[in-house]
T-cell receptor
Framework: DQQVKQNSPSLSVQEGRISILNCDYT??????FLWYKKYPAEGPTFLIS?????DKNEDGRFTVFLNKSAKHLSLHIVPSQPGDSAVYFCAASHNYGQNFVFGPGTRLSVLP | NAGVTQTPKFRVLKTGQSMTLLCAQDMNHEYMYWYRQDPGMGLRLIHYSVGEGTTAKGEVPDGYNVSRLKKQNFLLGLESAAPSQTSVYFC????????????FGPGTRLTVT
């Protein structure tokens, strides 16, 4: 049973518009969340994180929102650019530990 | 500064053969990790190390062994490869104070026939 779910395998967005990637989790003990981006034939790269004591974290064009009661987080990219086309992974951990549980990823395509 | 490198990039093994994957990092990171990624699934942690000479099991450790004899290197061994170990393997490292921000290598694609 997947503890971290990304129910949309793929998403297409027009350049300049907002991209919203969603992630749901089942373990209420999770207290730290990450988003990674992955290009083909490369390893994932860290994008942004959020602690459970916050409900929002922003870094440039990227904002992550956390809704603990719904066990849901989302990544907003505004404005979307063609270079954002990649697979995005959501990950979660509890006790601020080393062991992260990753979701299956969402492939984002930003169309020019 | 090469970051995290993995050797080899590709490998084909026959069932029962053994091999070692090498991960090297030049960022002086204390933490190192081995993950596997299978189609339709997220990365799953195999083993990790919080420092030279220490290792610990992750989510899917069976069939793998690891060693961290030097701070900059983390080896992943398959003693008797099985088709279920066909996967893409990623190594990562992180600094103690920022262990959530992991730096990944480019991956090793392993096929076991």
């Amino acid at each position: 049973d997947q503890q971290v779910k990304q129910n949309s395998p793929s998403l297409s967005v027009q350049e300049g518009r907002i991209s919203i990637l969603n992630c749901d989790y089942t373990n209420s003990m999770f207290d730290y969340f990450l988003w990674y981006k992955k290009y083909p034939a490369e390893g994932p790269t860290f994008l942004i994180s959020i602690s459970s004591i916050k409900d929002k974290n922003e870094d440039g064009r990227f904002t992550v929102f956390l809704n603990k009661s719904a066990k849901h987080l989302s990544l907003h990219i505004v404005p979307s650019q063609p270079g954002d086309s990649a697979v995005y992974f959501c990950a979660a951990s509890h006790n601020y530990g080393q062991n992260f549980v990753f979701g299956p990823g969402t492939r984002l395509s930003v169309l020019p | 500064n090469a970051g995290v490198t993995q050797t080899p990039k590709f490998r084909v093994l026959k069932t029962g053969q053994s091999m070692t994957l090498l991960c090297a990092q030049d960022m002086n990171h204390e933490y190192m990790y081995w993950y596997r990624q299978d189609p339709g699934m997220g990365l799953r942690l195999i083993h990790y190390s919080v420092g030279e000479g220490t290792t610990a099991k992750g989510e899917v450790p069976d069939g793998y062994n690891v060693s961290r004899l030097k701070k900059q290197n983390f080896l992943l061994g398959l003693e008797s490869a099985a088709p279920s170990q066909t996967s893409v393997y990623f190594c990562a490292s992180s600094h103690t104070g920022q262990r959530y921000e992991q730096y990944f290598g480019p991956g090793t694609r392993l096929t076991v026939t």
